[in-house]
C-alpha cells in the first residue's frame, strides 16, 4: 500500500511543481530563492538569517538554474521525509504505517505549499531525520544534525529546548552539549564577519525587527484553522494526544524506561505541540513580526501524522469489522479532499504577480527605461527582469527610495509599500520630484495587508 500511494503522490508533486505557473509562500518564496541564487557573488548572504543560513547552503547550487529548480528541490525533501515518517512508523511498530505518509503528503499545508522555495520543508527535515536516527540508537549524529535546525528556521529553538528536557528526564546527559553545536558553528562564523559576539541572537531579524505592522490575533486562531491546515487527521491527533499526556507524571518522575515512549511523549508529542505553542503565543501577543501564517505548521506535519495514526489506530481498534471499514472510508475520502478543497492545482499565478507582470512588460517596451536603477518592493520584479537585487547600482528596496537619483524608477505597491517599507503613497505622490509615468490596478480589486486596495505606481525622480 505504501508503495503506491507514495508513487502516486510523488507523481502528482512532480506535476504540480513542473505545470504551476504561479507559486506558494508569496514574496517570500521569492526572497529565499533570490538570497540562495545571488550567495555565491554576495557571500555575506551564507549568513543572512532571515534567508535562513541552512537552507540558503543547500538550496544554493540549484538556484543557479532558476526557481523551478530550488521548487524541485523542496519537493525532493517534502518526499524524502514523507519516506522517512514511513520508516518511522515501522520502527516504532505503527500499525497502519502507510498511513503516515498518507496524513501528511495529504496535508492541506504540505500539498497547499508544495511548489516553492520556502524554509519549512528543510526544517521539517531536522526534526524528521533526528526521529529517524534516535529510533535507530544513533543519538550522537541525531543531535549533531538536528542542532542546525535554528537555521533552517528560528523556531528550531522550541524543539532544541524541548530535546534538552527529553536528555534530562531520561538522564542522557552527554548529548546536550551537541544539541548547541550547529548555533556554536554559526554563531563564529557570525562572529568573524560581523564582530557581533551573540551573532545568532544580535543579528536574528525576528528578535530585532522594527516592523510592527502585522498585528496579532486570537489565542485560538491555529487551533480554529487545525483541520483546514492538517486535514481531518487533526481530529486523531487530538485524540491521541490526550491519550499519550496521561503518562506525563510518570514521565516526568523518569519511571518510564521503555524507549519508544519516551520518544513518543518527548519528541513526537512535546515537540510538535511545543511548535504549535509557541506559535500561538507570538500571534496571539504580536510578536517577532508573527502573520499568523498557517505555512509555518509545515513542520510539524509528520509528527502529527504519527499522532494522528496512532489515535486512528486507537479508536479503530475498538470498533467491529464494518465500523472500522466505514471509519477507514470516510476518513480517507475526506483527506484526499482536504487539499484540493483549499487550493487550486497546478497553482495559479497571483493577482500581485500578474499586475508586476504589466508592469515588466511595459518597462521592456521603452528603451529609454532600460538600464535605470530601480526601486521596488518585490523581489518578483528583479527575478523576472533578471536583476540582481544587491547589486545597489541597478537596484535598491523601496524603503531607500528617498536617496534616489535623477532618473531613478521608483515602483510603489500599496502591499509592502507602506507595510514592511514604511513607504507611505504620499511620500511620492506629493514630492514633486517624483514624476508618475504610469498606474496599474487589478480589474477585480482585492485587499492587501492592513485594507490597502493593490495598485502600482511607477515614478521617476527627476
Same mark, same amino acid.
Given at each position: 500500500?505504501?508503495?503506491?500511494?507514495?508513487?502516486?503522490?510523488?507523481?502528482?508533486?512532480?506535476?504540480?511543481?513542473?505545470?504551476?505557473?504561479?507559486?506558494?509562500?508569496?514574496?517570500?518564496?521569492?526572497?529565499?530563492?533570490?538570497?540562495? =541564487?545571488?550567495?555565491?557573488?554576495?557571500?555575506?548572504?551564507?549568513?543572512?538569517?532571515?534567508?535562513?543560513?541552512?537552507?540558503?547552503?543547500?538550496?544554493?547550487?540549484?538556484? $543557479?538554474?532558476?526557481?523551478?529548480?530550488?521548487?524541485?528541490?523542496?519537493?525532493?525533501?517534502?518526499?524524502?521525509?514523507?519516506?522517512?515518517?514511513?520508516?518511522?512508523?515501522?520502527?516504532?511498530?505503527?500499525?497502519?504505517? %502507510?498511513?503516515?505518509?498518507?496524513?501528511?503528503?495529504?496535508?492541506?499545508?504540505?500539498?497547499?505549499?508544495?511548489?516553492?522555495?520556502?524554509?519549512?520543508?528543510?526544517?521539517?527535515?531536522?526534526?524528521?531525520?533526528?526521529?529517524?536516527?534516535?529510533?535507530?540508537? &544513533?543519538?550522537? %549524529?541525531?543531535?549533531?544534525? @538536528?542542532?542546525?535546525?535554528?537555521?533552517?528556521?528560528?523556531?528550531?529553538?522550541?524543539?532544541?529546548?524541548?530535546?534538552?528536557?527529553?536528555?534530562?528526564?531520561?538522564?542522557?546527559?552527554?548529548?546536550?552539549?551537541?544539541?548547541?553545536?550547529?548555533?556554536?558553528?554559526?554563531?563564529?562564523?557570525?562572529?568573524? $564577519?560581523?564582530?557581533?559576539?551573540?551573532?545568532?541572537?544580535?543579528?536574528?531579524?525576528?528578535?530585532?525587527?522594527?516592523?510592527?505592522?502585522?498585528?496579532?490575533?486570537?489565542?485560538?486562531?491555529?487551533?480554529?484553522?487545525?483541520?483546514? *491546515?492538517?486535514?481531518?487527521?487533526?481530529?486523531?491527533?487530538?485524540?491521541?494526544?490526550?491519550?499519550?499526556?496521561?503518562?506525563?507524571?510518570?514521565?516526568?518522575?523518569? =519511571? *518510564?524506561?521503555?524507549?519508544?515512549?519516551?520518544?513518543?511523549?518527548? @519528541?513526537?508529542?512535546?515537540?510538535?505541540?511545543?511548535?504549535?505553542?509557541?506559535?500561538?503565543?507570538?500571534?496571539?501577543?504580536?510578536?517577532?513580526?508573527?502573520?499568523?501564517?498557517?505555512?509555518?505548521?509545515?513542520?510539524?506535519?509528520?509528527?502529527?501524522?504519527?499522532?494522528? @495514526?496512532?489515535?486512528?489506530?486507537?479508536?479503530?481498534?475498538?470498533?467491529?469489522?464494518?465500523?472500522?471499514?466505514?471509519?477507514?472510508?470516510? *476518513?480517507?475520502?475526506?483527506?484526499?479532499?482536504?487539499?484540493?478543497?483549499?487550493?487550486?492545482?497546478?497553482?495559479?499565478?497571483?493577482?500581485?504577480? &500578474?499586475?508586476?507582470?504589466?508592469?515588466?512588460? %511595459?518597462?521592456?517596451?521603452?528603451?529609454?527605461?532600460?538600464?535605470?536603477?530601480?526601486?521596488?518592493?518585490?523581489?518578483?520584479?528583479?527575478? $523576472?527582469?533578471?536583476?540582481?537585487?544587491?547589486?545597489?547600482?541597478?537596484?535598491?528596496?523601496?524603503?531607500?527610495?528617498?536617496?534616489?537619483?535623477?532618473?531613478?524608477?521608483?515602483? %510603489?505597491?500599496?502591499?509592502?509599500?507602506?507595510?514592511?517599507?514604511?513607504?507611505?503613497?504620499?511620500?511620492?505622490?506629493?514630492?514633486?520630484?517624483?514624476?508618475?509615468?504610469?498606474?496599474?490596478?487589478?480589474? $477585480?480589486?482585492?485587499?492587501?495587508?492592513?485594507?490597502?486596495?493593490?495598485?502600482?505606481?511607477?515614478?521617476? =525622480? =527627476?
Amino acid at each position: 500500500m505504501f508503495y503506491l500511494i507514495f508513487t502516486i503522490l510523488s507523481l502528482f508533486y512532480l506535476w504540480n511543481g513542473w505545470w504551476s505557473e504561479g507559486f506558494n509562500g508569496g514574496a517570500d518564496s521569492i526572497t529565499h530563492f533570490q538570497v540562495a =541564487k545571488f550567495s555565491w557573488a554576495h557571500p555575506y548572504l551564507l549568513l543572512d538569517q532571515w534567508g535562513k543560513p541552512v537552507f540558503t547552503l543547500c538550496a544554493s547550487p540549484f538556484a $543557479q538554474w532558476g526557481f523551478k529548480a530550488v521548487v524541485f528541490f523542496n519537493i525532493a525533501l517534502i518526499l524524502w521525509g514523507a519516506w522517512l515518517s514511513w520508516r518511522i512508523a515501522a520502527l516504532l511498530k505503527l500499525d497502519n504505517a %502507510w498511513m503516515v505518509p498518507f496524513f501528511a503528503l495529504f496535508a492541506p499545508v504540505v500539498m497547499g505549499n508544495g511548489v516553492s522555495a520556502l524554509t519549512e520543508m528543510s526544517c521539517a527535515l531536522f526534526l524528521i531525520i533526528y526521529l529517524y536516527l534516535i529510533l535507530r540508537n &544513533q543519538f550522537v %549524529w541525531a543531535s549533531l544534525i @538536528v542542532s542546525f535546525m535554528p537555521f533552517a528556521r528560528s523556531e528550531g529553538f522550541v524543539v532544541l529546548a524541548v530535546l534538552f528536557f527529553y536528555y534530562v528526564f531520561t538522564r542522557r546527559w552527554k548529548y546536550i552539549p551537541l544539541l548547541v553545536f550547529g548555533s556554536v558553528v554559526y554563531d563564529v562564523l557570525g562572529y568573524l $564577519q560581523t564582530g557581533q559576539a551573540l551573532w545568532i541572537f544580535s543579528d536574528n531579524p525576528y528578535v530585532t525587527t522594527a516592523v510592527n505592522v502585522y498585528g496579532g490575533g486570537s489565542l485560538f486562531h491555529f487551533f480554529l484553522l487545525a483541520i483546514p *491546515v492538517f486535514g481531518v487527521a487533526f481530529i486523531f491527533v487530538l485524540y491521541a494526544t490526550v491519550l499519550k499526556a496521561k503518562s506525563c507524571r510518570t514521565m516526568l518522575a523518569g =519511571k *518510564v524506561t521503555d524507549e519508544h515512549a519516551r520518544i513518543w511523549f518527548w @519528541v513526537i508529542l512535546g515537540a510538535s505541540w511545543a511548535y504549535f505553542a509557541a506559535h500561538t503565543l507570538l500571534w496571539w501577543q504580536g510578536l517577532w513580526a508573527s502573520f499568523g501564517l498557517t505555512r509555518v505548521m509545515f513542520v510539524i506535519a509528520v509528527p502529527f501524522a504519527l499522532l494522528a @495514526v496512532y489515535g486512528f489506530n486507537s479508536i479503530a481498534s475498538r470498533l467491529g469489522n464494518l465500523s472500522r471499514t466505514a471509519l477507514s472510508a470516510v *476518513v480517507i475520502t475526506l483527506t484526499v479532499a482536504g487539499p484540493f478543497l483549499a487550493d487550486d492545482y497546478p497553482v495559479p499565478l497571483g493577482p500581485e504577480e &500578474q499586475e508586476y507582470n504589466k508592469v515588466i512588460a %511595459w518597462i521592456a517596451g521603452r528603451p529609454e527605461a532600460g538600464g535605470k536603477k530601480i526601486y521596488a518592493a518585490n523581489y518578483y520584479l528583479p527575478m $523576472q527582469m533578471g536583476i540582481d537585487p544587491y547589486d545597489k547600482a541597478v537596484y535598491e528596496p523601496l524603503r531607500s527610495c528617498r536617496e534616489a537619483k535623477p532618473g531613478d524608477l521608483i515602483l %510603489w505597491d500599496a502591499h509592502f509599500g507602506p507595510n514592511e517599507h514604511q513607504v507611505p503613497f504620499a511620500t511620492l505622490a506629493r514630492d514633486r520630484a517624483f514624476v508618475l509615468l504610469e498606474k496599474w490596478a487589478p480589474d $477585480q480589486k482585492f485587499s492587501t495587508l492592513n485594507g490597502y486596495d493593490f495598485e502600482l505606481w511607477l515614478f521617476e =525622480k =527627476k
